[in-house]
């Protein structure tokens, strides 16, 4: 089987993926985001069974996915996958129509549209960027004195999509939530992101302790049922535990697990291969 691996940077995770892949016998062509030109006019000329997309960018992501799709080869995660997760908003609104808990949330367009929504879910409200990952540009915001600074700064940001507000309500969640990986409809495993001392946000790149969490009847229905709703693929739901029960607030398109391997005893690089290569036989 010969692999197209896209890649931005050669991160941990890709590391083990390329490792994966070789140990079963596939034959990798590393294909660096940075160095492409393609030929959207043209079909490629190179062949692949399959391609990994593991770019860092959205963008590029997108595009070099739908360039490889539309040449007849197939993508993991496709691009409407991709188009979906990357987009708060709009994974918000399929996760909804598919009657996925998730919380309360509101966009809006304009300064004042924005204060009103954070008026509506009350405070501490917390803001996202509709586009973007490692909790960054995050936001959890006390008073109305903070919204109204917050949002002048966005104002100035320039860049259009920082011109859409996405604004949720607080959850009061345990110190942690919970990430869980998908291939397909299955779940492989999941952990507990537990939040570092004095810190709301529960991203381990923000610091957060990973450990494992065991996969009950409830967590499995709720993480499956989000992975259908977006398309399915390799991902990575993250689930917070509420007073309502366990709410999905984000679903990620190019998961990152090196923390995730020590505390769950699953390989995922292996099973993500392993998912790779049965999409390349249907």
């Not at 960054?136 to 507000?165: C, M, P, S, T, W």
């Not at 969640?173 to 709301?200: M, Q």
Request: charge should be neutral.
């Amino acid at each position: 089987m010969r692999l197209g691996f896209v890649y931005t940077i050669i991160t941990p995770e890709n590391k083990l993926l390329l490792e994966a892949a070789r140990k079963r016998g596939m034959e990798v062509a590393k294909l660096s985001d940075a160095e492409m030109a393609l030929d959207i006019t043209a079909r490629p000329a190179e062949k692949y069974d399959a391609v990994l997309q593991r770019s860092s960018s959205y963008m590029r992501s997108l595009y070099s996915t739908r360039y490889f799709e539309q040449a007849g080869v197939p993508v993991v995660n496709s691009y409407a996958v991709q188009s979906l997760c990357g987009n708060k908003v709009l994974t918000t609104m399929r996760l909804m129509e598919h009657d996925v808990p998730t919380p309360r949330t509101l966009i809006a367009f304009t300064e004042e549209g924005a204060m009103r929504a954070i008026e509506q879910l009350g405070y501490p409200v917390v803001m996202k960027p509709v586009i973007g990952s490692w909790a960054r540009l995050l936001a959890k915001i006390n008073d109305r004195e903070a919204a109204q600074a917050i949002i002048e700064h966005k104002e100035e940001l320039g860049n259009f999509i920082h011109k859409v507000y996405y604004l949720q309500e607080y959850i009061d969640k345990p110190g942690r939530d919970i990430r869980a990986f998908t291939a397909g409809e299955e779940v492989l495993c999941a952990i507990y992101r537990n939040a570092g001392k004095g810190e709301w946000l529960t991203n381990t790149a923000r610091g957060a302790k990973a450990s494992n969490c065991p996969v009950s009847d409830e967590l499995g229905e709720v993480v499956a049922k989000a992975a259908r709703a977006v398309g399915e693929g390799l991902l990575a739901v993250d689930v917070m535990e509420s007073e309502r029960g366990l709410l999905v607030h984000e679903v990620n398109h190019t998961m990152e697990f090196r923390n995730s391997i020590q505390p769950t005893g699953v390989d995922i690089p292996a099973r993500v291969i392993e998912y790779v290569q049965g999409i390349a036989k249907k």
